[in-house]
């Protein structure tokens, strides 16, 4: 076999398609089926009835979620983004409130904040789990601090007894945005869970799916009551339950019962598909060991679990001789879908450098509730921007249904670019 690099022309070491993903089975074709029989397709109400928390498999997916991660509420929604959006509305964070959040995440996590009209202010993270550093909260955190929004990136937690120590000590709320890690552990709970208010992600990217759909957790009971109102026309419900008193607006983020019905069936496979990225995460790292210094593979911190929603490494371009641009590029070729280069810090997001999150308002950054200076220039978080220089990630090889062997083929293909490593520098790509 020819060992010509692929990005040179020559034959890649893999040619299959890791897209080619579906975990959707029978269970959840009967359960659609079922729905589609029965003809409710929602059976939600926005009024205070019997009908507010909707139907059949919303509450089934709600109850099987409190069973699962052993958590007292679980309120089912139309996306993770509504759910973070929710999730801000419900602890009462408004105008003139500041919330500190990492700048490696989704941006939805910190537009969630700005939609509540709140300032969302960004603190540093741990370079080598890329999660929020608990002492660069504490150095941000100000008398206009409301709440603290964690994120537990790629599979791996958050430090979270230091977070909550912090909540504690200053009165604030906590927030978590668990889309990338159902099923990890912080020491022995369940992460999404040790928060005031976790959110969980059903997209169709994620490790269980609905297409679309978002779960919140909680274990105090007026914040999930007040996530419910948000979900469902709240203005419109809130004075049937007695509480004529609360202003809170809602909207319509309510879960089908056809995703619900998949969803809840997606939930039963979560141990499965976890154990077996745990499995060729564990196998692909210690190959990554023994074989290359210039890649550090995923850390893994004591006493936490790590579910490998992304493989996220670090390359060293100096030790490599290779610039990290090119490597991937090369590694893609091959057939080892790699990305890099992910868009990170979100405070380089237009909405945070032009300062407006509603037409040329300036609102919330300049409102009569906030007069404090603000601005997000480059050098503001410097661990997250080294680790966005740095980074390379696997996204759809690390899971199942691939095997060991497919995480040898990962080693073959980084072998072949050594090989061919002064012809790989002297190409024009």
């Known amino acids: 076999m020819s060992n010509k690099l692929a990005l040179l022309g020559g034959k890649p070491i893999i040619d299959k398609n890791f897209d080619d993903y579906n975990t959707i089975g029978e269970e959840e074709k009967k359960a ?16 205070a009835s019997d009908g507010f928390n909707g139907g059949k498999w919303v509450r089934a997916i709600e109850k099987s979620w409190c069973e699962y991660f052993d958590v007292k509420h679980a309120v089912s929604m139309n996306s993770a983004t509504s759910a973070l959006f929710a999730a801000v509305s419900a602890a009462g964070i408004g105008p003139g409130d500041e919330v500190i959040v990492p700048p490696l995440t989704m941006c939805a996590t910190a537009t969630a904040i700005l939609a509540n009209n709140a300032i969302p202010i960004f603190a540093d993270v741990d370079y080598k ?20 929004f964690v994120v537990h990136l790629a599979g791996h937690p958050a430090d979270m007894d230091p977070i909550m120590e912090l909540a504690k000590k200053h009165n604030l709320i906590v927030l978590g945005d668990n889309a990338q890690s159902p099923g990890a552990f912080y020491k022995d709970k369940n992460v999404g869970c040790i928060e005031d208010i976790g959110v969980f992600s059903l997209n169709c990217h994620k490790t269980i799916q609905c297409g679309e759909g978002g779960i919140a957790v909680t274990n105090d009971d007026e914040l999930a009551f ?12 809130v004075k049937g339950f007695g509480r004529a008193e609360l202003n809170i607006l809602g909207f319509n ?13 997606q939930l039963q496979k979560l141990g499965h598909q976890n154990k077996c990225r745990q499995e060729l995460a564990g196998y692909l790292t210690q190959k ?9 593979p995923p850390h893994v911190q004591e006493n936490c679990t790590h579910v490998y929603y992304l493989y996220h490494m670090y390359f060293n371009e100096e030790k490599a001789g290779i610039p990290i641009e090119v490597f991937s590029k090369a590694m893609d070729a091959e057939g080892v879908p790699l990305f890099t ?3 990170f810090p979100i405070y380089r997001l237009p909405i945070f450098q032009n300062l407006s999150a509603a037409g040329n308002s300036g609102w919330p950054f300049k409102s009569p509730f906030y007069n404090q200076d603000i601005s997000y220039p ?11 220089t740095d980074s390379i990630f696997i996204e759809t090889m690390v899971r199942w249904p691939q095997t060991t062997s497919d995480m040898d083929l990962i080693i073959t293909a980084i072998n072949k670019i050594l090989e061919n490593k002064q012809e790989l520098l002297s190409a024009e790509l």
């Open 253 to 265: 983020l309510r879960m089908t019962e056809m995703e619900a019905a998949v969803g809840y069936h």
């Open 341 to 343: 280069r992910w868009g």
């Open 32 to 47: 659609v089926m079922e729905v589609l029989d029965a003809g409710k397709l929602s059976d939600f109400l926005g009024s």
């Open 378 to 388: 480059d050098g503001l978080c410097p661990m997250a921007e080294k680790s966005e």
């Open 129 to 148: 789990t890329m999660n929020i550093d608990p002492e660069s909260v504490e150095k941000n955190i100000t008398p206009r601090t409301k709440a603290i």
């Open 226 to 237: 007040r996530l419910r109102l948000v979900r469902n026309h709240g203005e419109n419900c």
């Open 288 to 296: 990554l060991i023994e074989n290359f210094d210039f890649i550090e």
